[in-house]
């Protein structure tokens, strides 16, 4: 079972960066892992902002492109999500996600909120 931590969130102004981070436990192959990170608005679906493969091949949301990065540090059971240039509509929840094979699983998520 892994146990996925996000930090980082909080309130920005629009314009501003914040860097994200989830922790993971629980598993010795996290290198194998696909980490992603998704977001959560009030009323909205999840979405998928970013993710990396476990190669570090990445892929990004349309609307996050330019502006957000995502990384990891295998060493440290890491994946980053840093995020600049933030806009209002940026403002959601954003969970962590790992998945491998069959495996699938969530953080409890950190709130990112974005004044204008």
């Known amino acids: 079972q892994v146990q996925l931590v996000e930090s980082g969130g909080g309130l920005v102004q629009s314009g501003g960066s914040l860097r994200l981070s989830c922790a993971a436990s629980?598993?010795?192959?996290?290198?194998?892992?696909?980490m992603a990170w998704y977001r959560q608005a009030p009323g909205q679906q999840r979405e998928l902002v970013a993710k990396?493969?476990?190669?570090?091949?990445?892929n990004y949301a349309d609307s996050v492109k330019g502006r957000f990065t995502i990384s990891r540090d295998n060493a440290k059971n890491t994946v980053y999500l840093e995020m600049g240039s933030l806009k209002p509509e940026d403002k959601a929840g954003y969970y962590c996600?790992?998945?491998?094979?069959?495996?699938?699983?969530w953080g409890q998520g950190t709130q990112v909120t974005v004044s204008s």
């Open positions: 996600n790992a998945m491998y094979l069959l495996y699938n699983y």
């Open positions: 629980g598993s010795s192959i996290f290198s194998l892992y696909t």
């Open positions: 990396i493969s476990s190669r570090g091949n990445t």
